[in-house]
C-alpha cells in the first residue's frame, strides 16, 4: 500500500530581525515529484548596496563582497566571509534575515514490508533576534546560518499509520529546496540586499 502525504514538521529559521515569529504555509507535493533542489555553492557577490532600499551615502565598508555558501552537508551561512559593516546610514536600523526550506522523504515501514512514503517539509517560521542599530552612522550585520535537520527530526515528526510502523529517511534525502537573505533598513520597503536560491514556500 503507498500513500502520499504532507507532513509540516518544526519551522527552521535563522534571523537578526526586529519583526515577531511569522509562519510559512505548506501545501502537499506527491512523492516522486521534482523538487527544485540547491546544491553546494557559493550564491551573491554583493559589493553595491540596492539604491532604492538603502538611504543616501549607505555602502558596504568592511568585510564585502557579501554571499551565500551551501556547504556540502547542505548547512547554509550568510555572509560566508564573516560579519560585514554598513556606513554612511546615519540613524537608520535594520534587519538581517535568513530563511531556509528543506524537505525529506520518510518512508514508513511495517513488520509485513508494507511501505507508505511521506513527504516531510521543514521550513522557516521565522526567529527574532532583536533590531540591528546603527553606532555613528555604521551597522555591523553578524553572519546567520541554518543546520541541516537530521533524520531523526524528519522521523520524529512523520505521521506513520501506527506505532507499528518504522519511519526512515530515503536515500538521498534531505534536499535543500531553498534560502532567501536579506538585508532591509527600516523604513524601506524594498531589500538593500537580497540573495536566494531554489524556492522557499
Request: glycine content about 12%; aromatic content about 6%.
Amino acid at each position: 500500500m503507498r500513500a502520499n502525504r504532507l507532513i509540516p514538521i518544526a519551522g527552521l529559521a535563522f534571523a537578526v530581525a526586529c519583526s515577531d515569529t511569522a509562519t510559512s504555509p505548506t501545501s502537499l507535493t506527491p512523492v516522486g515529484s521534482p523538487l527544485p533542489a540547491v546544491n553546494a555553492g557559493t550564491f551573491g557577490n554583493v559589493t553595491t548596496l540596492n539604491a532604492g532600499g538603502t538611504p543616501s551615502g549607505g555602502h558596504i565598508q568592511t568585510g564585502g563582497p557579501v554571499n551565500c555558501i551551501v556547504e556540502i552537508d547542505l548547512d547554509v551561512i550568510c555572509s560566508g566571509n564573516g560579519p560585514y559593516e554598513i556606513s554612511g546610514l546615519g540613524n537608520t536600523n535594520g534587519t538581517a534575515t535568513l530563511s531556509v526550506a528543506y524537505s525529506a522523504t520518510v518512508n514508513c515501514t511495517n513488520k509485513g514490508g508494507n511501505l507508505v512514503e511521506v513527504k516531510a517539509h521543514v521550513t522557516d517560521a521565522g526567529s527574532s533576534t532583536g533590531n540591528l542599530r546603527t553606532k555613528n552612522g555604521r551597522l555591523t550585520v553578524p553572519v546567520l546560518t541554518a543546520s541541516t535537520p537530521t533524520d531523526d527530526e524528519f522521523e520524529d515528526q512523520a505521521d506513520c499509520p501506527n506505532g507499528n510502523w518504522t519511519p526512515s529517511v530515503a536515500p538521498g534525502d534531505p534536499t535543500l529546496e531553498g534560502f532567501e537573505y536579506d538585508l532591509t533598513f527600516a523604513g524601506f520597503a524594498t531589500p538593500a540586499i537580497f540573495i536566494s536560491a531554489g524556492t522557499v514556500p
